[in-house]
């Protein structure tokens, strides 16, 4: 038996014996008490019929990333990055969108190179746009672009790439991220061949 449905038994006897206690005994105090009891178990079985949601932490995600062959598969683990552990859904829609606090991605591949979209996502600071939209005195937007390679989101290089690769490719542009250069074991020294990127301080 599950939890809640135990808890739910228990507070249908609650209410039971506070029923009980109203229609057999005639003390006024104890009346109190059993009324009070039908107020208290009521509430509970509402609390407990009200569908139950595990508020646990988001299961790690992997990307398995060596099972890709064609700058597609990486374009499509780019997009599934950018819809969960990426974040980047929460702030940029693709596409109009009226809730949208940030700037809209839609064309952005083709718009921006790829070692352009690098530096947007780990140097986000580089570059700030105060209104995208240039309607009246530009403002700055409610939020700020992540640091996408730190904490929390913290992408590997290699996931940095996919999204570029989603990026590029929902923008109806040719995938220029090599799948050869992203297989390479990843550290700290060496770039990826294709997109070298220089930080500018
Ligand atoms: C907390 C909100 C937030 C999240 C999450 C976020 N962004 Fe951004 N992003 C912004 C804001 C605000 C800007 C505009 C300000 C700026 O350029 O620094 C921006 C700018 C950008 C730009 C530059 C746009 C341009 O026209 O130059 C790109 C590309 C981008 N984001 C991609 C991403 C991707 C990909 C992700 C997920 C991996 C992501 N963002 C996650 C808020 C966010």
Redesign the pocket.
């Known amino acids: 038996m599950s939890e809640v449905a135990l808890l739910q038994i228990i507070g249908l006897c609650v209410v039971g014996v506070g029923i009980l206690i109203l229609l057999f005994i005639k003390s006024m105090f104890v009346r109190v008490v059993g009324f009070v009891v039908i107020v208290l178990g009521s509430f509970s079985l509402i609390a407990l019929g009200v569908p139950q949601m595990a508020s646990l932490p988001p299961a790690i995600e992997t990307f398995d990333i060596a099972s890709v062959k064609t700058p597609d598969d990486l374009a499509s683990i780019g997009q599934k ?2 819809f969960s552990k ?3 859904a ?3 829609s693709i596409g109009p969108s009226e809730s949208a606090r ?2 809209d ?1 839609a064309g ?1 591949g083709a ?2 190179a790829p070692e352009f ?1 690098y530096e ?2 780990t140097s ?2 580089s ?3 105060l209104d ?1 939209r240039h309607e009246g005195v530009p403002k700055e ?1 409610p ?4 640091y ?1 390679n730190k904490n929390p ?1 913290a ?1 590997s290089k290699q996931e940095i790439y996919s ?1 570029i690769a989603f ?1 590029q490719k929902m923008s109806g542009e040719p995938i220029s991220i090599k799948v050869e250069d992203i297989l390479e074991p990843e550290s700290e020294e060496t770039e990826v061949a294709s997109v070298s990127v220089h930080g500018h301080e």
């Open positions: 990055i950018f990426g974040q980047c929460l702030c940029h940030c700037p991605l952005i718009k921006l979209l947007s996502l986000p600071q570059y700030i746009y995208f937007y939020a700020r672009m992540p996408i989101i992408l999204v990026l």
